[in-house]
C-alpha cells in the first residue's frame, strides 16, 4: 500500500464512519458474543505474501464492527463516555497523517505550543485561576500517577529518586472512600503500596469527612509515619460523589501535605458556572485532573492535568541526556518531562478544533441536557413499580436498584442482552445498584428516555 493508495482507501474509510455513525441507533450498544469469538475468525498466522486491500478492508467489515461493543451509540449509558465528536476525530486523523512524536519542543514545536494555549483555554473554560498551568495525559490514571510520585518525591526531599525507598519511612496517602481505582493503582506503582493508602470515611453526603482526615493524618505523624499528599474525589465513578473540596484542602495545607483533585468525569461540567458550586475551593489544589475525552466529546485518549507548580512534578519525572537537549533553549518547554511516557502523541489539536468547532456555548448545551435529562429520567423511574432510585442524580449519573440484589443483577442482564441500552453496575452501601450515566456526545432526550422504556419492559 502506499499513499496513492491510502488516499482511495481514506476515503472510502470516511464513508464507511459516516455509514456507522448513522447507523449505530439500528444496533446493539453491546457486542452479544463469547469469549473467542472474534479470534476464531482471525488466521492462526501472518501471511507470508501481501494480501489485497479489498480483502482486508472486507474482513474488517465483517468481523470487527459485530464485535464491538459501540461506545459512541447515543444509548451508551454505561461507565462514562468515551466520546468522539466529528471535529475532534477530523483532528485525529491529520495528527495520524503528520504521525510526529512529541517529546519535545524541537520535535513538534506545534503540538508543543498548541497544547500551552489549549491547557489556559480549558482552564479559563472551567473558571480556574491565572496561574495554574498544565499537561496533555493519556488518562487520568497517568496524571494521578504523576502527582502521587510528586508527592512522594517532595515528603522525601526528592531523595527516593536516587535512593530507592528501602529504609526510608513509612509513606501514608489519604483518599476518599469514593475515589476511583486509580488512586489505589498510583498508591501501588508508587511504591507508597495498598496498606498505606488510607481511605478516609465518608459522611451521609459520601463525601470525605474533614475531621476523620485531620485525625487519620496526625495520627500517622504520632507512628512515625510519613504523609505525603491527599486525593479528593469530584464525581465519583460509582455514585458521583463530590467531597468537601474547599474543606479538605484546608486540612491538607494545614499539615503541609499537597493535595490533588480526580474531576476525570465531572470536570468537564464545569465549563457551566452553575455547577462549580460542587468543587468550590478546587482553585487551591495543587494538581486537578479532568478528561475531555469523557465529556467534552475529545477522542480518546485525552486527560488534562493542572498544576499550580510544574517544577516540582518536572523534578520528579523529567530527565534530559543530552540526546534529548535542545541546543541553546535550556528553559524550553518539553512535555515528557512531564509524565512519565518519553514519547507523546498530538492530543492538542482535537482540543483546539474541538472548542472552535463547537464553541463553549455548544458544549454547554450538551452538557446542561445531559444533566436535566438524567433528572427526568430519575423520576420517570421511580414511578417504576418495584424500582428504588438507590442513589440521587450527581449531574448526569445516579443509580436504582429492584429489591434483592439477585433481582437488580438479572434485570441489569436482562437490559443488556435485549441491547437497545447499554448499563452497567456498582456497589453502594453494601448494595448491588444499576448505574445510569448520561454523557454520549449525540444522545437525545429520546436515547435517555429509552433506558425506562426497557427497564419497565424487563421487569
Known amino acids: 500500500m502506499n499513499h496513492d493508495d491510502l488516499r482511495h482507501w481514506s476515503k472510502r474509510a470516511a464513508d464507511w464512519a459516516h455509514d456507522y455513525h448513522a447507523g449505530l441507533r439500528d444496533r446493539p450498544v453491546r457486542a452479544a458474543l463469547t469469549p473467542g469469538a472474534i479470534a476464531a475468525q482471525l488466521a492462526a498466522a501472518a501471511p507470508e ?26 444509548r451508551f449509558f454505561a461507565y462514562f463516555p468515551a466520546n468522539a465528536a466529528p471535529a475532534s476525530m477530523l483532528a485525529e486523523q491529520l495528527v495520524n497523517a503528520i504521525a510526529a ?24 473554560a472551567l473558571g480556574l485561576p491565572e496561574g495554574f498551568s498544565g499537561t496533555i495525559h493519556d488518562s487520568a490514571t497517568t496524571a494521578t500517577l504523576s502527582a502521587v510520585l510528586t508527592m512522594r518525591e517532595k515528603a522525601l526531599g526528592w531523595a527516593g529518586l536516587q535512593q530507592g525507598l528501602s529504609g526510608l519511612p513509612r509513606l501514608r496517602l489519604y483518599a476518599s472512600a469514593e475515589t476511583h481505582s486509580s488512586v489505589d493503582k498510583a498508591a501501588r506503582l508508587s511504591g507508597i503500596g495498598q496498606d498505606n493508602l ?6 451521609t453526603d459520601f463525601a470525605m469527612k474533614p475531621g476523620a482526615l485531620a485525625g487519620a493524618i496526625q495520627a500517622d505523624c504520632d507512628a512515625g509515619f510519613l504523609p505525603v499528599g491527599v486525593v479528593l474525589c469530584a464525581g465519583g465513578t460509582s455514585i458521583g460523589a463530590f467531597d468537601r473540596i474547599a474543606d479538605c484542602i484546608a486540612v491538607a495545607h494545614s499539615a503541609g501535605l499537597p493535595l490533588h483533585v480526580d474531576a476525570a468525569w465531572a470536570g468537564s ?29 475529545a477522542q480518546f485518549d485525552c486527560a488534562v492535568q493542572f498544576l499550580r507548580d510544574p517544577g516540582q512534578q518536572i523534578r520528579t519525572l523529567g530527565l ?35 472548542m472552535r ?49 439477585a433481582e437488580t443483577e438479572a434485570l441489569l442482564t436482562r437490559v443488556n442482552d435485549d441491547g437497545r441500552v447499554y448499563l452497567t453496575q456498582t456497589r453502594h452501601q453494601g448494595r448491588l445498584v444499576i448505574r445510569v450515566q448520561v454523557g454520549q456526545f449525540d444522545c437525545t432526550r429520546d436515547d435517555v428516555m429509552m433506558v425506562a422504556q426497557v427497564v419497565k419492559e424487563m421487569t
Request: with cysteine.
Open 49 to 74: 505474501a501481501a494480501e489485497p486491500m479489498d480483502t482486508i478492508f472486507a474482513d474488517f467489515e465483517r468481523i470487527v464492527p459485530p464485535g464491538m461493543t459501540h461506545w459512541q451509540h447515543p
Open 101 to 124: 512524536q512529541g517529546m519535545l519542543w524541537q520535535t513538534s514545536p506545534a503540538a508543543t505550543e498548541i497544547e500551552q494555549v489549549m491547557v489556559q483555554w480549558l482552564r479559563a
Open 198 to 203: 488510607v481511605k478516609i470515611p465518608t459522611g
Open 269 to 297: 461540567a464545569m465549563i457551566c458556572p452553575e455547577f462549580r458550586p460542587l468543587w468550590a475551593g478546587v482553585e487551591n489544589a495543587d494538581s486537578i485532573v479532568f478528561n475531555p475525552h469523557k465529556w467534552l466529546g
Open 320 to 354: 534530559r541526556p543530552t540526546y534529548l537537549e535542545t541546543t541553546g533553549h535550556e528553559e524550553i518547554t518539553n512535555f515528557n518531562e512531564w509524565t512519565v511516557p518519553l514519547g507523546r502523541r498530538f492530543r492538542a489539536l482535537k482540543l483546539w478544533f474541538l
Open 357 to 405: 468547532a463547537y464553541g463553549l456555548n455548544g458544549l454547554r448545551a450538551r452538557i446542561r441536557n445531559h444533566v436535566a435529562w438524567a433528572r427526568e429520567l430519575a423520576q420517570v423511574l421511580a414511578t417504576l413499580p418495584g424500582v428504588q432510585i438507590t442513589t440521587q442524580p450527581s449531574l448526569s449519573l445516579f443509580s436504582f436498584a429492584l429489591g434483592s440484589d
